[in-house]
């Protein structure tokens, strides 16, 4: 089994940086895909930034250049770099694995950003 713990959420004025992180456990880490998803109130949960097991990296438009993705294998964590952040931003955070037959989903961390 695996289980994944986010941190590194709160509040932030307009313009700020968070780096959220995302510890796994288990061994299967480095073998597959990382990604970070937000769900704000009353949408839907959307994908933000992925990376690849060989760190090939892929951002939603609105974050590109401005948010990165990265992952330390050696300790089985996955960050999100957040810079220039926006009220827009503002959502709980999920990290999430995927392997070929699940894919596997952290509690979330709630990120704020005020005006």
């Known amino acids: 089994q695996v289980q994944l713990v986010e941190s590194g959420g709160g509040l932030v004025q307009a313009g700020g940086s968070l780096r959220l992180s995302c510890v796994a456990s288990?061994?299967?880490?480095?073998?597959?895909?990382m990604g970070w998803y937000r769900q704000a109130p009353g949408k839907q949960r959307e994908l933000v930034a992925t990376i690849t097991a060989r760190g090939r990296t892929t951002y939603e438009d609105s974050v590109s250049g401005r948010f990165t993705i990265s992952r330390d294998n050696a300790k089985s964590t996955v960050y999100l770099q957040m810079n220039s952040l926006k009220p827009e931003d503002t959502a709980v955070y999920y990290c999430n694995l995927q392997t070929i037959i699940r894919s596997y989903w952290g509690q979330g961390t709630q990120v704020t950003v005020s005006s």
């Open positions: 288990g061994s299967i880490f480095s073998s597959n895909a």
